[in-house]
């Protein structure tokens, strides 16, 4: 295992024609709350943290990996010394070189379960070969033309069969259990049920509370309101379809719950500062185009 001295923690990035790289950092405290563009890979290697998204806290400490696809919104909180390997990638990989990746259902796991939900937990063993496969994507993303771009590729695909034959191996996390039961209940109803038209009073009569002491205990356990909850939710369900399909942006705003496509783009706006189609134009995925896309629309 590489003992290089780890990087100044900073903001994540993928320069300008660089469709992966590896990053190592130490974090210690909090770091507010972010998202990216592109899918991100946390690799526990020292240290102790938790990792907050909307699905939850996930403990971090050595051998713990989680997959955040484009989109969602995640902080680090309580860290100390927590010294990470990040391995980034951008989604248009899905769809060109590693894109029979979706077709493997073992591999197509990692990119379609909840972050958080569904953390990994690598042996010594295999963490040690992931970490020798990320010092070589680290080298190789400053030399990703046409000499090296494969060998990057298959480093990527190299660390993905490691986390999908250890996924297989992983215990579903237990719910926390100083999560209140209503609590809980609410963050099924919501994560299950996106699309309803859902109101704080209707959520409040399905788990016999009232409405003002469902938003208080809520937001004492998640940091937001139910509603926001749910739009959170929404919009972070929203940046993965434009990452990963040829869905119009009325499509996925009606797959998401919010079928007008104007207040989508507001509030999509409102969480990620673009607009779907901008956010969508970054990710470097091309709009829906042809008779296809064209017939969709007019039904």
Known sequence: MSDRPSTKARDLHLPPGTFAR????????????????????????????L?????????????????????????????????????????PLLRREMSWCLLDPSLDRLFTDQPAEHPVHLHESDLQGAVAHLD?????????????????????????????????????????????????????????????????????????????????????????PPMAYLARRRAEQAAELLARTDATIAEIAEHVGWSDQNYFARRFKAHFGLTPSEYRQGLGVPSPRGPRAEQRRRN
């Open 136 to 224: 070589e994507v680290a080298l190789l993303h400053n030399r990703a033309d046409t000499a090296h771009g494969s060998d990057l590729v298959a480093r990527l695909l190299l660390l993905l069969g490691i986390l999908a034959r250890a996924a297989n191996d992983t215990a579903e996390r237990p719910v926390d259990p100083l999560t209140h039961p209503a609590v809980a209940d609410a963050l099924r109803i919501l994560d299950t049920q996106t699309t309803r038209e859902w109101t704080l009073t209707d959520l409040a009569d399905v788990l016999r509370l009232t409405p003002s002491y469902l938003s208080r205990l809520f937001k004492d356990h998640t940091g937001l």
């Open 51 to 91: 990792l907050h998204t909307s699905q939850g806290d996930t403990h971090l400490h050595r051998g713990t990996v989680i997959l955040l696809p484009p989109g969602t919104v995640h902080s680090a909180r309580g860290c100390q010394s927590l010294n990470v390997y990040h391995c980034c990638f951008a989604p």
């Open 22 to 49: 590896a990053v190592r950092q130490v974090y210690t405290g909090d770091s507010a709350p972010h998202t990216h563009s592109f899918f991100e890979i946390v690799f526990t290697l020292h240290g102790s943290g």
